[in-house]
């Protein structure tokens, strides 16, 4: 029954003029390259971005170390008896991105039982028409530790006042610092 019917639309096909066939064919081809797009999705510059990949956050990692490191260098070099000095930073971990959510709650009753759904959709933006993902919080990496190497580091009072320095900008314990002198 079925194969009559598909061969008569055939032969009805067949019997129309040559521009009406094309016209078919490719309202046919883009519906199949709709179709195909949906099933292998590409990666194109306007896709939504969600996460930033491991380079970038290694990247955000080392240039938070430089920046620290730089001021570090920057204040210290103005504390009385340190002279020169080199910085020396260490990090635990890299730059984390804490995104915005919806979270949507949903129930389902279902005859005596009665359920909650939660879904969360993180939320976007969109930034000169590009889809990004809104960035809630950055959390930093951890600083483990900080060594600082100056011309007075051989000095008790000069090495004390570097870790008191250090320790107050940086909020780690005095214990996380290591100061010395130049050769």
Not at 13 to 18: D, V
Not at 55 to 73: F, G, H, V
Not at 109 to 129: F, L
Not at 151 to 161: L, T
């Amino acid at each position: 029954m079925l194969k009559n019917k598909v061969e008569g639309k055939i032969k009805a096909l067949k019997k129309l003029p040559a521009k009406t066939k094309l016209v078919i064919a490719v309202g046919i081809l883009g519906i199949l390259l709709i179709f195909l797009s949906e099933m292998f999705p590409a990666n194109s510059k306007t896709d939504s971005k969600v996460t930033p990949t491991e380079s970038t956050a290694s990247d955000d990692t080392d240039s938070y170390k430089e920046q620290i490191e730089k001021e570090l260098k920057n204040v210290l070099s103005q504390v009385r008896g340190v002279g020169e000095c080199e910085v020396m930073v260490t990090v635990e971990g890299t730059t984390e991105y804490v995104y915005a959510e919806n979270l949507t709650k949903s129930t389902d009753n279902n005859g005596d039982r009665t359920s909650d759904r939660y879904e969360n959709e993180i939320v976007m933006t969109d930034n000169d028409g590009k889809k990004e993902a809104l960035v809630r919080k950055i959390i930093k990496p951890q600083i483990c530790g900080v060594v600082i190497v100056c011309e007075g580091g051989g000095d008790i009072k000069v090495n004390e006042r570097v870790l008191k320095a250090v320790s107050t900008a940086l909020g780690i314990s005095s214990s996380k610092i290591c100061v010395e002198g130049k050769k």
